[in-house]
C-alpha cells in the first residue's frame, strides 16, 4: 500500500477516488504583462485627453511583470513577433515576491 493512509484502500481505487492535478491543466487563467505603475491624482487623470503622456517607473529594457492569476509569476521583456506584441521569459519568480519588487 504505497498510498500513504495507512493501507485502508489499495492503490487502484485511490486512484478513482481522489483527484490528481491533470484536471487542472485545462483551466484558463488570466495572464497580464505590466509595463509599469505610475500615481495619479483624481484631476491628473480628468485632465487625460488624446496626446497626453503618462511616464511610468520603469526604463526602457527594464523587464516587465508577467503576473497569472493576480500572482506574480515570472520576468520578461517585451518582444514583436509577427506583428504582434509578446513577452519572453527571462525569469521565474519566488513565491514570495510581490508585484513590483525587484531582485537585488
Known amino acids: 500500500m504505497a498510498n ?8 487502484q481505487s485511490f486512484d478513482d477516488v481522489y483527484h490528481t492535478t491533470k484536471f487542472l491543466e ?3 487563467m488570466l495572464m497580464s504583462v505590466e509595463i509599469g505603475r ?7 487623470v480628468l485632465a487625460l485627453k488624446v ?5 511610468f517607473s520603469k526604463v526602457v529594457g527594464e523587464p516587465m511583470d508577467v503576473i497569472i492569476a493576480d500572482r506574480l509569476m515570472a520576468r520578461g521583456e517585451v518582444v ?6 509578446g ?3 527571462s ?9 513590483g519588487d ?3
Not at 4 to 11: A, F, R, S, V
Not at 38 to 44: H, Q, S
Open 51 to 55: 496626446g497626453s503622456l503618462v511616464e
Open 38 to 44: 505610475c500615481e495619479m491624482t483624481v484631476r491628473d
Open 4 to 11: 500513504g493512509l495507512g493501507g485502508l484502500i489499495d492503490d
Open 102 to 104: 525587484r531582485r537585488e
Open 91 to 99: 525569469e521565474v519568480t519566488r513565491p514570495d515576491e510581490k508585484i
Open 26 to 28: 485545462d483551466v484558463s
Open 87 to 89: 513577452v519572453r521569459i
Open 80 to 85: 514583436v513577433v509577427n506583428e504582434r506584441y
